[in-house]
């Protein structure tokens, strides 16, 4: 761990706490001591860069990373964008559902001239011929 904590110029302490919220994940020996790769060392420095580039917390990484895992909460905090509107409200979807009920019945509906199911009908001239 103080080998890691090193190369990340960082502190065993704090590679703890990135452990504790998800963010980095080592393997374990079978002494049980935390074994530091390339991908938890690249994790690490990864979420070093997203901290400072967007000004958030190690928490908040942690907390998006869940959004983008977990469906339920990342309609929770979707639903919380469009009350913030933040985020554009979807479409009703009953409104999408009686518009494709709407269609459905324009397909099957006779034409002015047959009785129904006689399918489609011949165009109707404006003069009667």
Do not use: C
Not at 50 to 55: D, G, Q, S, V
Not at 71 to 93: K, N, W, Y
Not at 104 to 111: A, D, I, K, Y
């Amino acid at each position: 761990m103080a080998r890691a904590a090193a190369v990340l110029d960082t502190t065993p302490r704090m590679l703890r706490y990135r452990e504790s919220l998800g963010l980095l994940v080592p393997a374990r020996s079978p002494g049980g001591h935390r074994e530091y790769g390339e991908r938890e060392l690249l994790a690490a420095a990864y979420a070093d860069e997203l901290e400072r580039r967007y000004h958030v917390s190690l928490s908040d990484l942690a907390f998006a990373v869940r959004v983008l895992a977990e469906a339920e909460v990342a309609a929770d905090v979707r639903r919380l964008g469009q009350l913030t509107r933040r985020i554009p409200p979807s479409p009703p979807v009953a409104a999408l559902d009686f518009e494709a009920q709407k269609g459905r019945r324009l397909l099957r509906m006779p034409g002015p001239a047959g009785p129904p199911g006689s399918g489609p009908s011949e165009p109707h001239s404006l003069n009667g011929r």
